[in-house]
């Protein structure tokens, strides 16, 4: 509830957004002027509006502001609908706060409609898009790391408190030979369970599938084997299924709050953004965004999505064959 209570009372801030600056009237330099001064925007200048819209066709920026002569222009990613408005707000309250300044040398309506340029959003991605297609994606992350490491973390529990796992231990099998089997064989189950929630999200809520099938198919199995072994090695602190349903608001809530699922990373407080980067659901909540709404392929996603992901997944491996090896001491 601490981190949720931080993360809805912060303000945006870290806001990747591009300017193009060609014409330098009054109206432009009062958006220019009202960006600079908020918190909440980093500005990159640009020499040109395809700049731009490569830029934020690749997630370098979040959009992009072009300061033209008669018309101010918008680039938004409309895959973050908070962000994309946080950016349009503040660029009409520029617009209003120039409207004022000039509205008094002004002597008729032709005169002012001459003035103003006129202000027009685009959407490099998502123009269409509805709140369930922008959350639905990082809910299939959710569901399959938190089912998987349930399951996991009971099973391993089990197999512990009914004597299965000593006498498996017994075995000329090796630690690592043996959370690898028990990993690969959950593997199948959470590969069917993640299947089943993927057709479910595609075919029944209609949340679009822009990428590869192969991508989201490659996020899914890392996500689910991080989360096979994180369960597997949390496994050791609990003496009861009541103790492993106690893990949930410690290992699962923050990272629904803090992995941008509901709320995009830049409302998060910057002295807890940091603490966002170590959870794995960051990591495949973008990657999944970027596979089925941009169109991203596998190699898009590799660094760091992926990256971090098998990170996570290698040193909770080595974690859980540790405890294993120290049980067995």
């Known amino acids: 509830m601490v981190l949720l209570g931080y993360s809805l009372a912060g303000t945006m801030s870290g806001i990747g957004l591009g300017i193009v600056q060609l014409s330098q009237g009054t109206v432009q330099e009062g958006i220019l002027e009202d960006l600079q001064s908020s918190d909440s925007f980093s500005l990159t200048y640009l020499a040109s509006e395809d700049d731009a819209d490569r830029l934020v066709s690749e997630g370098s920026l979040d959009g992009a502001v072009i300061l033209g002569e008669d018309e101010i222009r918008l680039l938004l990613d409309g895959t973050s609908p908070q962000v994309a408005s946080a950016i349009a707000a503040q ?16 002597e008729n309506k032709i005169s002012l409609q001459a003035t103003l340029p006129s202000l027009t959003t685009y959407y490099v991605y998502g123009y269409d898009l509805e709140v369930k297609d922008s959350v639905g994606p ?3 992350g959710i569901s399959i790391f938190f089912f998987t490491f349930l399951t996991t973390t009971i099973s391993f529990l089990r197999e512990r408190l009914l004597g299965t796992l000593e006498k498996v231990l017994a075995s000329p099998l090796s630690k690592f030979e043996l959370v690898s089997g028990y990993i690969l064989g959950f593997l199948v189950i959470a ?38 072994s994180f369960g597997a090695f949390l496994s050791n602190f609990a003496r009861s299924e009541f103790q492993v349903i106690q893990f949930i608001p410690v290992v699962i809530t923050p990272q629904i709050v803090l992995s941008g699922v509901w709320l995009p990373l ?27 709404l941009k169109g991203a392929s596998l190699t898009d996603v590799i660094y760091p999505d992926l990256v971090a992901l098998t990170i996570f997944f290698v040193l909770t491996f080595l974690l859980a064959v540790r405890m294993l090896q120290r049980q067995e001491e």
Not at 192 to 201: G, H
Not at 268 to 278: G, K, S, T
């Open 91 to 106: 660029v009409g309250i520029g617009m209003q706060q120039a409207l004022s300044r000039i509205l008094g040398g002004l």
């Open 138 to 140: 990082a809910l299939l």
């Open 191 to 228: 590969f069917f369970q993640s299947a089943t929630t993927f057709t479910i999200l595609v075919l029944g809520f209609k949340v679009p599938m822009q990428g590869s099938l192969i991508a989201v198919l490659a996020v899914i199995m890392v996500v689910s084997a991080g989360a096979l």
């Open 266 to 292: 830049q409302s998060i407080p910057e002295w807890l953004r940091p603490v966002a980067y170590i959870f794995p659901l960051t990591y495949s909540n973008h990657a999944l965004r970027l596979i089925l």
